[in-house]
């Protein structure tokens, strides 16, 4: 018979988009007592981002999946973890002791649940048997983001399921804005979530990977329910809107790819115009753009919902592949405009310069009349 204590503990690390999830988890690995972790990163859209933004050890194992894994658990999460069951057994994969499965912000919890925890969604095959003997749901952790949580919640449903299935809240950028009666509120949520603030000097991450068993009692008031009928559905197409990769209900991903390196004042002005128009219901973007002063050391680009925070640059680029990879995320987003915009980015320098004095003189026209 198997037992909790035969299998590998899997924990999920939730949160809605640009919350902190990637720091959170960069927080875990650089603490050297997790490094036999293996990671399943999650994203949504066909070009992933969020991979290269964690700060993997050599030895630490990682799938990426991409599209919504809430609208596809039954079959990407554990084919997921069937991948690294087999690399662990086959010796192709170094051994870890624990699973974190990050997934995208948009993730609804409870298919991704139900794929996980006994009496759940039913295995299909012999993989899935096979990982349901091996790996068990540990826990579930939120990270909530305080200057953003109040039109997440207003807004997209997912963010407040996100909570009431936690087991723990993890509160960012308090040191910008103070957590308030946050902590009260989520608990109103979820009566047995338990409250942490990632800015505590004291806050050790570690601390939410203790092994247990997932338990959905005592958690928000309508969890049991939203499981059984997310199980007994059988499918989730939120609401028949999923149509691939790249959507997920009204929220679509437009991926922004690029070969050539851009200067750095057009990308800030090609950003500015973004997070300026607040009727494009823009909600996240994420990436690494190669800029002209320096291609070897790619900028990091990092806005959540209209907040545009300062780009910094990292080292190098992750697996040595120097190409500009931007993922937007919103509701109303002209992807064609998009793409227009951003290949006048990395157009030739004497383009680039002749296109931003032409929108130099247009601006001036336009005031003069």
Request: one cysteine or more; glycine letters at 10%.
């Amino acid at each position: 018979m198997i037992t909790s204590k035969d299998q590998l503990p899997v924990h999920l690390l939730t949160g809605f988009l640009g919350a902190g999830k990637t720091t959170l988890l960069n927080r875990m690995m650089a603490d050297p007592a997790l490094r036999d972790t293996a990671l399943v990163i999650n994203e949504f859209g066909l070009v992933p981002v969020d991979h290269d933004l964690v700060r993997k050890g050599r030895e630490q194992p990682m799938v990426t999946t991409t599209g919504c894994i809430c609208c596809t658990a039954g079959s990407d999460l554990r084919s997921s973890l069937d991948q690294l069951l087999h690399g662990r057994r086959t010796g192709n994969l170094p051994p870890f002791r624990r699973v974190i499965v990050e997934t995208t912000g948009l993730a609804d919890p409870a298919p991704i649940l139900n794929s996980l925890i006994p009496g759940g969604r039913d295995a299909r095959s012999l993989a899935d048997h096979a990982v349901a003997r091996a790996f068990r749901l540990s826990g579930v952790i939120a990270v909530v983001d305080v200057e953003g949580i109040e039109a997440a919640l207003a807004a997209h449903p997912e963010s407040l399921r996100q909570i009431a299935f936690a087991d723990h809240a993890v509160l960012t950028r308090t040191d910008r804005t103070p957590a308030g009666d946050w902590p009260g509120r989520l608990r109103a949520i979820n009566t047995g979530i338990s409250v942490h603030d990632a800015a505590d000097p004291g806050f050790d991450p570690a601390r939410l990977l203790r092994p247990g068993s997932y338990e959905a009692f005592g958690k928000g008031e309508n969890v049991a329910a939203w499981l059984a009928a997310e199980a007994a559905a059988g499918t989730h197409g939120h609401g028949g809107l999923f149509h691939g990769l790249n959507r997920h209900g009204h929220v679509v991903a437009v991926p922004l790819l690029g070969s050539g390196p851009i200067e750095a004042m057009a990308l800030q002005r090609f950003l500015h115009r973004l997070t300026a128009t607040p009727e494009n219901g823009l909600l996240r973007i994420k990436g690494l753009v190669a800029l002209r002063d320096d291609p070897s050391r790619p900028a990091v680009v990092h806005a959540v919902g209209h907040r545009l925070y300062p780009i910094r640059r990292i080292d190098a680029w992750p697996g040595g592949a120097a190409e500009t990879r931007l993922v937007l995320i919103g509701t109303a987003l002209d992807e064609t405009a998009l793409r227009h915009d951003f290949a006048s980015l990395t157009a030739a320098p004497d383009a680039a310069l002749q296109a931003a004095l032409s929108e130099v003189l247009q601006s001036f026209l336009k005031h003069r009349d």
